[in-house]
């Protein structure tokens, strides 16, 4: 029913920016904490940022507070994630996710996922 499909991955040096978007379909209200997480080869799945559904509270994970900063258009359904000072570390699948109400930190807690968008950043 909900659809989620990221976009705006890439390649970049160190240092560098991406901006990720993260268009929503299926729905017409926008009821969801909305997140995003990564994963690297070898990893598990964790959490970036999530933000709720008024668009006021935000959460951001220790190794991208400072530079990473996510935003949510209601009217356009998208959910966006921008990426600066870029490091090697930050290498990795991005996923766009979706769940009822309040926000969760925890993957398995989200109901709704995208296919990913890869973000590469290298030296």
């Known amino acids: 029913q909900v659809q989620l499909v990221e976009s705006g991955g890439g390649s970049v040096q160190v240092g560098g920016s991406l901006r990720l978007s993260c268009a929503a379909s299926g729905y017409a209200s926008s009821p969801y904490c909305m997140g995003w997480f990564r994963q690297a080869p070898g990893k598990e799945r964790e959490v970036v940022a999530t933000?709720?559904?008024?668009?006021?509270?935000?959460y951001y994970a220790d190794s991208v507070k400072g530079r990473f900063s996510s935003s949510r258009d209601i009217d356009k359904k998208t959910l966006y994630l921008q990426m600066n000072s870029l490091k090697s570390e930050d290498t990795g699948m991005y996923y766009c996710a979706a769940r009822r109400f309040v926000c969760r930190v925890d993957a398995r807690d989200y109901d709704y996922w995208g296919q990913g968008t890869q973000v590469t950043v290298s030296s």
């Open positions: 933000i709720n559904a008024g668009t006021t509270t935000a």
